[in-house]
């Protein structure tokens, strides 16, 4: 039942072109490149597991010095039984979570039931440390299928697609700020991302990794154990959606103060669902916690600066640029990357 | 305005001898001794702030090896003109803010504008440090009063004048477990704590110190600060409430597992709401949060041992005698507690 929703879906947003490109693909190979994006007003919990539909709408800021390449060849159907997925340079066993994941994805886009595809990823970024490689990858793998079948699909067609792979995906197809939309249908296909057209380049984050292994709460877990037992969740849909609107509006004056309170308060806000959850799920670590004192101690004395986090324990400060030097004084190990300069 | 409501709500407590007593006390000196007690179900909100009336009932056990020895005398007004507050050995400034409270509370109780007092106190817990010294100060203090003026108040009416000095005080009366009913009342006269009488012989309280220094936010102001400005709040006083009754059932049954889930997962769910509240209020220090991680690392293994926490970075680790081996391992430092033995 949900694969025949979901097929509809895949049918809908790729349109006519798609039967036929699966009888008629001639080209061999093809490419996507997406950045990783952070989210300033976090995406936390789903209406629609089937459909990948969120319940608040989200916006975050691109990073184009971080993200995913990926290459897609169909392979032999004469001397394949099954997908082929390499990840930074090593082959996947077919059981491997993401593999497996990855192969559930490209279920709707085979052929026939005998097309298997080889996949080819590389992630600047560490895999599943709240660096949001899952974002970067599907909208990568989206445009590689784009490129592979020809489809020429536009942003919409392929941030929904992005958005049906990873949720935080359909943000990942753009430079800068972007903004999805959650959407109202049950159909899903009003659930898309679209980019905001204002840059900033004073604008800079910097990225604190506090640890990189594998979390042991996936995403897609962790929102659904949220939504299931705890019980503040209930009010996150709507100060989620209020703090998009506010960052909106000090995107659109400039007003970095107004961002950086609205993102900070909203990523504890999420945090403080996870944290409220049963089992409790906290990612935080204690460098976590001993960097939000630092940077809480900072800005007392007078230094701008605001952080946010993902389903993980790294931080990802944000900052203007006039206080890169501060920021690296007191992180001697962060990386800064600034979104409209790199 | 607020001092009128105050001051009525002392005189339906303490009755017609209050007046009688403010002439005729002719005991030179008053003594209270209280428990410190730790909420399995928190207090964190007030629904009244003049009265001290909260938005949630809450319950807690004693532990009757720790807590607060007060003593209270009247000074000779010819040459007096201000309390004299001792703490721990030390005379405290009248500008001093515990000092402040304390003779705030005093007002309440003078015989004539001109009558101070010398207030005597010794913690055995650090002041301020999350293991609520408050709630055994104004219950001791309270008891003390009781004395000095030979009034004989009832459990209930102790409870409701501690509650009026610092809220949790009214459950720091009891030895054991305690519950603080919330009252609807707009006088105050039906929020108060009874003891519940049962015993539970092999129920330990594991204190870990993190952090004994003075906190940055006091509770009142916190829970102030969140009432106000976070949003996952308004669905606290239900869970609190359901938190309450489901531990209720698990003392009469000793059913240790659900008291240590619904403990911790109602201390998280408090910090959750202070985490959410801005400018965030984060009690725990990065040594909390290893500890954390520690404990569920121990659950894991089969150990049962859950925790708590108030407003500081200090957790209680819960668990029954059989585990006090393995706890002792793992916490080298830890002080054990056995609150129906001590």
Request: with cysteine; proline share 5%.
């Amino acid at each position: 039942m949900s694969q025949a929703i979901q097929q509809k879906f895949v049918h809908q947003v790729i349109g006519h072109s798609s039967e036929q490109n699966r009888l008629a693909t001639t080209k061999k190979l093809g490419k996507g490149k997406a950045p990783v994006n952070i989210a300033l007003s976090k995406y936390w919990g789903k209406r629609d597991s089937v459909l990948n539909l969120p319940t608040n709408s989200s916006l975050s800021i691109s990073l184009p010095g971080l993200g995913t390449e990926t290459k897609i060849e169909v392979l032999n159907p004469q001397t394949t039984q099954e997908d082929q997925v390499y990840l930074n340079g090593q082959p996947l066993e077919a059981s491997n979570a993401f593999a497996n994941r990855v192969s559930r994805f490209l279920n709707f886009f085979r052929a026939t039931p005998q097309t298997f595809f080889k996949v080819t990823t590389v992630n600047s970024v560490p895999t599943a440390a709240g660096l949001a490689s899952s974002a970067s990858g599907y909208a990568a793998l989206v445009l590689a299928l784009n490129d592979l079948f020809s489809w020429n699909l536009d942003n919409k067609a392929l941030s929904l697609l992005a958005r049906f792979g990873s949720g935080s995906a359909s943000r990942s197809l753009f430079s800068g700020f972007a903004i999805w939309h959650q959407g109202q249908q049950a159909d899903g296909l009003d659930s898309y991302a679209e980019a905001i057209e204002t840059t900033w380049p004073e604008f800079c984050v910097g990225l604190l990794e506090i640890d990189v292994k594998q979390k042991p709460v996936s995403s897609t877990q962790g929102m659904q154990n949220t939504v299931e037992t705890c019980a503040l969740y209930q009010a996150w849909p709507k100060q989620a959606n209020q703090d998009l609107q506010t960052l909106l509006k000090a995107i659109e004056l400039k007003d970095f103060e107004t961002l950086g309170k609205t993102a900070e308060h909203n990523a504890l806000t999420m945090h403080a669902t996870m944290i409220a959850t049963w089992p409790p799920i906290v990612y935080w670590q204690p460098e976590s916690v001993e960097a939000m004192h630092k940077i809480w101690h900072l800005r007392e004395q007078g230094v701008q600066v605001y952080f946010t986090m993902d389903a993980g324990p790294n931080l990802k400060l944000l900052f203007l640029e006039t206080e890169k030097p501060a920021i690296k004084q007191a992180f001697k190990a962060i990386k800064v990357l600034e979104p409209f300069k790199d």
